[in-house]
């Protein structure tokens, strides 16, 4: 009877193990979730910046334009 007990005891013991390491578990995969919707969050915020860069450098590469232009708008007017 006493191995018994032992036994009993042992399985008791496996149990709150095994369900103390499914609480982990399920914290572990709640922050994954988390995790994963920041990183969501973020890939948006980065394609958002990205379309924002390509429209700065299409002004950027108009005014860099502009200022070829005048200057040789410029030279044509002051050298006459």
């Known amino acids: 009877m006493n191995s018994d007990n032992r036994i009993v005891e042992l399985l008791t013991d496996m149990l709150h193990e095994q369900k103390n390491m ?46 070829e232009r005048v200057l040789s708008l410029e030279k044509t007017v002051f050298q006459h």
């Open 22 to 67: 499914l609480h982990e578990q399920k914290k572990t995969n709640e922050r994954l979730e988390k995790l994963e919707k920041q990183q969501a969050k973020i890939n948006n915020e980065l394609s958002e910046m990205r379309l924002a860069l390509m429209k700065f450098a299409e002004q950027f590469f108009l005014i860099s334009k502009i200022e």
